[in-house]
């Protein structure tokens, strides 16, 4: 291992990756080798080999994390192609392993599954079937085929009560349980399932392990103060962990601040929205490389930024630096708390964070979360940002003082004059200080702009969740345009409140680069960076020219040239003037 570090500090890669390789081989449960030749292997451009290699490390080290984060690492941002050689134990491995992000190694798992076929899947005593209960159990399924296939088997798990079908494996039924708990029951249900639930008898416990099938938990979960009568031994962990997440939200809540109404008529309609579809469900975020955020800040803002620094980057930053110094950070609008945990994360050890939303559904999921990240450097607060201005100060110390930095990430867009709420943070931020903000881009959304068009027209309750299910099954079953052909590829068409978000929003308006470059105009902002992947990064400076990367008039160019550049969109960073 040493050899091998000392050939990377050498930039010696080939040298490095035959010793690793030898290293690894010599001591297969050594999990620090297998991470290291993994990266190792990114770098000399081999995901594949390095997703193969880990997954198999962990077939035979099923317990480490370190290995599972790593997989997940490079999950997310590499789709594999081919999963013959892909270790299916490996990932069941991951799946099951507590403190690590799931969704990526899940998609991988769901595609593996696809691949494989419906009958490996369900053969119980195989791989492939473990590997099923391990995804259904750690993260949404997020394979239309494999969600096909699942709800065919609870029909007839439905009609193996009445002695119509054989009887269903108990152990993947307790895992279909949790799979619903966890995309809150988005699979479609026919007519006559409904009614034929609708006679179950709770009593039962065959019964109402079936009914935890369909029904939400209020409706098969015993009361906090009931006996447990009928329910089966196959769903008691699953209503201890509901009721855990529950009661653990519930002690949150004190700690929000007082209860508080949204400030104007699209704040009530927003909230109310996020009030009962809490978004986005989230289970684990993994901390960055330490000290590699603040590295960035340092590039972007601090006096060697080049060309952007500009004669007052040194005084604009906070006392030891964007690299080292302490912190004041507001995350505005940080619903179900995923940004903010992720924020405490990277910004740590020297940083302090209030986040706020006026969703108290919401705070209150992300308090729970961000407790079991046993995180004490960020607190919530309910707060709309239309009512900071009228209330001073509006946070306790130290917020009482303007921020250093401000992260408002999918917020704007959905209020009635989004640069009117920007314009009350920059009052929140010191002069000098940063802010990373995300919106969506009209000219990406515009197919979903139009789905939503003709859905309001079709007269679809947004609130009806029966509703959402049908229009999401047809749109699965028979798209009608491309758009709805592509959204079986989305990340967000697999959870009740991703569809609703994506297909329902209360309300929503993309802007333009034109507009925010205005705006940034006469506000006197600095544009710092585009948040873009290397792929498109690549693109823009073969089409723009390296040096347009603070343009937004190119920006702007190369999206009229490429309308799906910024298909989740724009993530930037802008400095307020010092």
């Known amino acids: 291992m040493a050899q091998a570090r000392q050939a990377l500090s050498e930039g010696n890669r080939g040298y490095a990756l035959m010793l690793l390789r030898e290293a690894h081989d010599g001591a297969p449960k050594d999990s620090?080798?297998?991470?290291?030749?993994?990266?190792?292997?990114?770098?000399?451009?081999?995901?594949?080999?390095?997703?193969?290699?880990?997954?198999?490390?962990?077939?035979?080290?099923?317990?480490?994390a370190e290995a599972a984060r790593k997989l997940s690492d490079i999950l997310a941002s590499v789709t594999p192609v081919n999963f013959s050689r892909v270790n299916n134990a490996g990932l069941a491995a991951a799946l099951r392993l507590d403190r690590v992000t799931a969704d990526p190694i899940a998609r991988a798992a769901g595609l593996l599954l696809a691949e494989r076929g419906e009958a490996a899947a369900f053969s119980s005593g195989t791989d492939e079937a473990a590997l099923l209960?391990?995804?259904?159990?750690?993260?949404?399924?997020?394979?239309?085929?494999?969600?096909?296939?699942?709800?065919?088997?609870?029909?007839?798990?439905l009609d193996s009560l009445s002695g119509l079908s054989a009887a269903?494996?108990?152990?993947?039924?307790?895992?279909?349980?949790?799979?619903?708990?966890?995309?809150?029951?988005?699979?479609?249900?026919?007519e006559a399932e409904r009614k034929a639930v609708d006679r179950l008898d709770p009593a039962d416990p065959a019964q109402r392990l079936i009914m935890a099938l369909y029904l939400p938990a209020d409706r098969w979960r015993p009361a906090e103060d009931g006996d447990g009568g009928g329910l089966p031994k196959a769903l008691a962990g699953l209503a201890a962990d509901i009721g855990r997440e529950r009661h653990e939200m519930a002690r949150a809540d004190a700690d929000l601040g007082p209860a508080i109404r949204a400030a104007d008529e699209t704040g009530d309609a927003v909230a109310a929205q996020y009030e009962a579809n809490p978004y986005p469900r989230w289970s684990w975020v993994q901390p960055p490389l330490a000290g590699a955020v603040r590295a960035f800040l340092d590039r972007i803002a601090g006096p060697s930024a080049g060309p952007s620094a500009g004669p007052s980057a040194a005084s604009a930053q906070p006392a030891g630096g964007w690299a080292r110094g302490p912190l004041r950070v507001l995350i505005?609008?940080?619903?179900?708390?995923?940004?903010?945990?992720?924020?405490a994360l990277a910004y740590a050890p020297n940083a302090r964070l209030l986040a706020f939303d006026f969703s108290r559904a919401?705070?209150?999921?992300?308090a729970m979360k961000a407790r079991r990240h046993r995180l004490d450097t960020v607190r919530f607060r309910q707060a709309d940002i239309l009512d900071l201005p009228a209330i001073e100060p509006p946070f306790e110390p130290p917020f009482d003082e303007p921020a250093d930095l401000i992260e408002c990430i999918g917020v704007l867009h959905h209020m009635a004059?989004?640069?009117?709420?920007?314009?009350?943070?920059?009052?929140?931020?010191?002069?000098?200080?940063?802010?990373?903000?995300?919106?969506?881009?009209?000219?990406?959304?515009?197919?979903?702009?139009?789905?939503?068009?003709?859905?309001?027209?079709?007269?679809?309750?947004?609130?009806?969740?029966?509703a959402i299910r049908a229009v999401r099954a047809r749109i699965l079953a028979r798209p009608e345009i491309d758009f709805e052909r592509a959204l079986a590829d989305s990340?967000?068409?697999?959870?009740?409140?991703?569809?609703?978000?994506?297909?329902?929003?209360?309300?929503?308006?993309?802007?333009?680069?034109?507009?925010?470059?205005?705006?940034?105009?006469?506000?006197?902002?600095?544009?710092?960076h585009m948040d873009i992947r290397p792929h498109i990064a690549e693109a823009f400076a073969a089409a723009q020219g390296g040096s347009a990367v603070l343009d937004l008039e190119a920006w702007a160019a190369?999206?009229?040239?490429?309308?799906?550049?910024?298909?989740?969109?724009?993530?930037?960073?802008?400095?307020?003037?010092?």
């Not at 594949?48 to 317990?63: G, Q, V």
């Not at 999206?559 to 010092?578: A, C, H, I, Q, S």
């Open 32 to 64: 620090a080798a297998a991470v290291l030749l993994a990266r190792v292997l990114l770098a000399q451009g081999h995901p594949m080999a390095a997703i193969e290699m880990l997954a198999a490390h962990l077939a035979l080290n099923p317990r480490s």
């Open 133 to 157: 209960i391990a995804l259904l159990e750690a993260a949404p399924v997020r394979e239309p085929a494999l969600e096909s296939w699942l709800v065919a088997y609870r029909r007839a798990a």
């Open 417 to 466: 004059d989004p640069f009117a709420g920007w314009r009350i943070l920059l009052d929140r931020l010191r002069p000098g200080g940063l802010m990373y903000v995300g919106l969506y881009s009209a000219t990406a959304r515009r197919g979903l702009t139009a789905l939503r068009d003709r859905l309001a027209g079709a007269g679809v309750d947004p609130a009806d969740p029966d």
């Open 491 to 528: 990340a967000d068409f697999f959870t009740l409140s991703e569809v609703r978000d994506l297909l329902f929003n209360a309300h929503e308006r993309p802007l333009s680069l034109e507009a925010i470059g205005a705006f940034l105009k006469d506000e006197g902002l600095e544009f710092l």
């Open 168 to 190: 269903p494996d108990e152990a993947l039924l307790a895992a279909m349980a949790r799979q619903i708990w966890l995309n809150e029951g988005v699979w479609p249900v026919a």
């Open 332 to 343: 505005a609008g940080c619903g179900t708390g995923q940004e903010a945990v992720q924020a």
């Open 558 to 578: 190369f999206e009229r040239d490429n309308p799906d550049t910024f298909d989740g969109m724009y993530l930037f960073w802008v400095r307020k003037p010092g």
């Open 362 to 366: 919401s705070l209150r999921y992300a």
